[in-house]
């Protein structure tokens, strides 16, 4: 009878008039989902540390283990490109990483 708030905003359009925090929601969730995809082969223990935080204009920050930022560094095209397909739509221009 209820469904999550994630397959909810899964459904809404990404448009130039949605609002700034249903479009960062959105990404974060596709960051989420794309995450677990581009780095299978980490252990799900590490995959779990990282977390998309901020969206904005652009460019998603990530936070995660300073032993794992690197590898995240080089993996960041595949990431955008799937980020990106995941929504639909090219939004996420860039990554940023962050140190837990």
């Not at 596709?30 to 652009?58: M, N």
């Not at 590898?71 to 090219?90: A, C, D, H, P, T």
């Amino acid at each position: 009878m209820f469904r999550p708030i994630g397959s909810l905003l899964k459904e809404i359009p990404i448009r130039s008039r949605s609002p700034k925090a249903i479009v960062a929601l959105q990404v974060r969730n596709a960051a989420l989902e794309s995450l677990a995809l581009v780095c299978s082969d980490l252990p799900k223990e590490i995959i779990e540390t990282i977390k998309p935080s901020i969206f904005k204009a652009g460019v998603l920050t990530v936070t995660a283990p300073q032993m794992v930022t690197g590898e995240l560094q080089m993996r960041s095209g595949g990431l955008i490109r799937e980020i990106n397909k995941v929504l639909g739509k090219q939004i996420v221009k860039s990554l940023r990483f962050r140190v837990l």
